[in-house]
């Protein structure tokens, strides 16, 4: 389109008509899709993004072609945005630029044919059963009173048992998780629910933690928070929503690393996931069980726990086994093979 065209077509659907467009394009994933909440802000950010790009160059969701849309994307590498971000803001246009044309808000759709960076092939960060085993060790040390040190176990063992999504734990209800329950309803992604049993020192755990909540007394900052807007949630806390936050539970497992010895930035809820799904199947679990528990939709997202054993595996035979230490040569196999994968990592 010429820039004279651009610019009356911009005249009649400019920045703001887009953001109106991006908010409807949003409700519409959470009325049809039943997209996750975290989904949607993520929408958000993203299109809220290509929204400015477009307004400072004269483009609107009516006009922006194939072209300009792999200009914003060849900006966004630019910037030094990781592949996967980049990729990410693709599915994001791409979701939109159809639904413009479902609309009917223009006659086509200029990202359908655009190839995207792709995501790298990345093995999830995970921990040892030692590395777990120690975080449980250092729990006692980390919350100012009993009833921090109560909700600090019953998260950690909650999560470690079960592999939930941060975002699960943080928002269960109490209700559902009374009377010593040895499976829980969770509700997932998209709104889709699924059963999740819990071990036996995640049950004592939840029973003690249950305890102190519920005897906490009304005079205190805590019993005020129960009996007020945390009255719903298992773990209350001084937020909007009620409940503790994502950010702060990752907060808690920075300092239980740091406590364990562990450098608090390789620990995070996510990994402690990892770590669930990672031990599971090397305990000999079956890969559709461990989709199951995780609520996975797509069994291919969690195979990629069979590679993180396959680098173990490798790993422990070129720093364990004696032949592998050195080659027929006399030279150490293991270590060249090692500084090879750190220059291929880097």
């Not at 990202?111 to 060790?137: C, H, K, W, Y």
């Not at 992604?189 to 071990?199: D, I, T, W």
């Not at 007020?228 to 990752?250: D, I, K, N, V, Y």
Request: overall charge neutral; proline content about 4%.
């Amino acid at each position: 389109m010429s820039e004279a065209g651009k610019a009356g077509a911009q005249a009649a659907s400019g920045p703001a008509q887009d953001f109106r467009r991006i908010s409807a394009f949003l409700d519409a994933q959470a009325a049809e899709a039943g997209s996750a909440r975290n989904t949607l802000l993520a929408y958000g950010r993203d299109l809220r993004d290509f929204a400015d790009w477009m307004a400072g160059h004269g483009l609107s969701l009516q006009i922006v072609s194939r072209d300009d849309i792999e200009d914003y994307l060849g900006f966004c590498d630019a910037q030094g945005l990781s592949r996967a971000t980049r990729a990410r803001r693709l599915s994001a246009i791409r979701q939109i630029t159809r639904f413009a044309q479902s609309e009917g808000w223009r006659e086509d759709d200029p990202a359908v044919r655009i190839s995207g960076p792709g995501r790298a092939q990345r093995l999830p960060r995970t921990l040892s059963r030692d590395e777990i085993n120690a975080m449980f060790a250092a729990l006692p040390q980390v919350g100012r009173n009993p009833v921090e040190r109560a909700r600090n176990l019953a998260l950690f063992e909650m999560l470690y048992a079960t592999g939930m999504r941060v975002s699960e734990l943080v928002e269960l209800p109490v209700a559902s998780c009374r009377g010593n329950p040895e499976l829980l309803l969770i509700r997932g992604k998209g709104g889709k629910e699924r059963m999740v049993p819990l071990s036996p020192p995640a049950r004592r755990a939840l029973t003690a933690w249950l305890e102190q909540r519920d005897n906490a007394g009304g005079d205190s900052s805590f019993g005020k928070l129960v009996e007020g807007r945390g009255a719903r949630w298992l773990f209350p806390a001084a937020s909007a929503e009620g409940h503790m936050t994502r950010q702060a539970f990752h907060g808690l497992t920075g300092q239980i690393a740091a406590a364990a010895g562990i450098a608090p930035d390789r620990v995070s809820p996510h990994v402690i996931r990892h770590a669930f799904a990672t031990h599971l199947l090397e305990g000999g679990a079956d890969l559709r069980a461990i989709q199951t528990l995780l609520g996975h939709a797509d069994l291919g997202t969690t195979e990629i726990y069979t590679h993180v054993l396959d680098a173990r595996m490798r790993d422990l035979v070129l720093n364990h086994h004696p032949l592998a230490r050195k080659g027929a040569d006399g030279g150490n196999d293991a270590d060249e093979n090692d500084k090879k994968d750190g220059e291929e990592d880097a």
